[in-house]
């Protein structure tokens, strides 16, 4: 599938006709802050083009695949994440993806602590 769904949320979302807090955007892709965050910073990174998810990529998607990842590192940085973070994507019904339009979550943040492992008695 290519194109746009007028159907699709994230569809809707890059075309500017529902409001998304925005972090980038460019004739290829949007990214923009997660309305559900999963961490301290949570945001996603889409492209234009509907595409469903993974497995509806071959070699002429290697472009755009590649720019996903690629201005991750560069947006991450831009959102105080300067000490790691975390890249998702869930591909499928099994792997809990919600919206049919292949998305990237970026999160990190700081972490909260967690209390120390007990020693084994």
Partial sequence: MSGHDPDCLFCRIAAGEIP???VYEDDD???FHDINPGAPVHFLIIPREHVRNLYDTDDGH???LGKLFGISSRLAREQ???DGFRIVVNNGRIAR???YHLHVHVLGGPEPLRAAAKPAP
Avoid: P, W, Y
Wanted: hydrophobic letters at 55%; a negative charge; proline letters at 0%.
């Fill in 80 to 82: 105080g994440l300067d």
């Fill in 97 to 99: 993806q919600e919206v």
């Fill in 29 to 31: 892709i949007v990214a």
């Fill in 62 to 64: 290697q472009a755009l």
């Fill in 20 to 22: 998304a807090n925005k």
